[in-house]
């Protein structure tokens, strides 16, 4: 996993805080690394030079590497480009765009969504609990979720609201679909089934149930 980082954070081209950006990393899980670091090489070259640049740990965070690459262009030179915000230089596309984005915004929240769970089983089929913990990654707080066929992992505090919020959506769909209300110990999941469908939880066919 170290040489796995140091790989994305030559190819980012060592900028930001190394700590931080170490520990983001270490947040995602089963990340493409070939992916990531090629990603992250497309950005740091397409930065001008003295640009103000997105530190590491943020890019990772924010999921940059998903987006479309990027590709080096030479720019016409543009007026009024003092204080320019840092979202601004990133996006420079963007500035002048007034009217909402739907399917950026759409996009968005589909990604804060997914962002906040984490599964490694297959999907439309049962899975009964048959342990819980919490782990604790950086800043944020993971339930834990070991299954029959697999783990599921969902995010239950997180250093940003919208993060936690998205995962408190998951964890309250999950206590839905195992048909139990308000839990206050995560044993109380312990042998119940449920089942990952798109990328939530779903109580089982009432037939599978019984």
């Known amino acids: 996993m170290a040489g796995e980082f140091d790989r994305i954070w030559r190819a980012y081209g060592r900028y930001g805080n190394k700590q931080a950006s170490r520990q983001a990393f270490e947040a995602i899980f089963a990340p493409d690394v070939d992916h990531i ?39 016409t030179p543009t007026t009024n ?15 002048k765009k007034h009217v909402p984005d739907h399917t950026a915004i759409a996009e968005a929240e589909r990604r804060l969504q997914r962002s906040a769970i984490q599964y490694d089983v297959p999907r439309g089929v049962a899975l009964t609990v048959l342990s819980t913990a919490e782990e604790r990654r950086g800043d944020n707080t993971w339930l834990e979720i070991q299954t029959d066929r697999g783990r599921v992992a969902v995010l239950v505090e997180g250093r940003s609201a919208a993060m936690q919020e998205a995962g408190q959506a998951h964890l309250n769909q999950l206590t839905d679909a195992c048909r139990l209300g308000t839990i206050n110990d995560s044993v109380e999941l312990h042998a119940k089934s449920f089942m990952v469908v ?10 599978d149930a019984a």
């Open 37 to 75: 670091a090629g990603r992250a090489a497309a950005w740091a070259a397409s930065a001008k030079a003295g640009q103000r640049r997105m530190p590491l740990e943020k890019w990772l965070s924010a999921e940059k590497y998903d987006e479309a690459d990027r590709s080096v262009k030479a720019k």
């Open 81 to 95: 480009t003092a204080d320019r915000s840092e979202d601004d230089e990133e996006h420079p596309d963007m500035r």
């Open 198 to 207: 798109g990328d939530t939880f779903a109580a089982l066919p009432e037939a």
